[in-house]
């Protein structure tokens, strides 16, 4: 069993920055999959970024240059730094990990 809790979120300007960290139990979690999803009201749950065991990483188009996913597997730690953001990026963000578990989500905002 792997417990994943995400952190970071929050209320945030247009044009201004959070990074999100997603924390992991189990020794497992440094050798997998770990992705960031997210949701907005009334609308499906979609990866944003995805970051392989060893290091691969890809993302949607719509954050493509402003966001950057990373991973610290001494820490059994993923990170999602946001940069650039935009009102279209608010949404409730889920850490994914081994495509089998699921964070509660954290709330990010961004309006002025």
Do not use: H
Request: aromatic letters at 10%; glycine letters at 10%.
């Amino acid at each position: 069993q792997v417990q994943v809790v995400e952190s970071g979120g929050g209320l945030v300007q247009p044009g201004g920055s959070l990074r999100l960290s997603c924390a992991a139990s189990g020794s497992i979690f440094s050798t997998v999959t770990v992705a960031w999803y997210r949701q907005a009201p009334g609308k499906w749950r979609n990866m944003v970024a995805r970051i392989t065991r060893d290091g691969r990483t890809n993302y949607a188009d719509s954050v493509k240059g402003r966001f950057a996913i990373s991973r610290d597997n001494d820490k059994n730690m993923v990170y999602l730094e946001m940069n650039s953001l935009k009102p279209e990026d608010t949404a409730v963000y889920y850490c994914y990990a081994a495509d089998a578990y699921w964070g509660q989500g954290t709330q990010v905002t961004v309006s002025s």
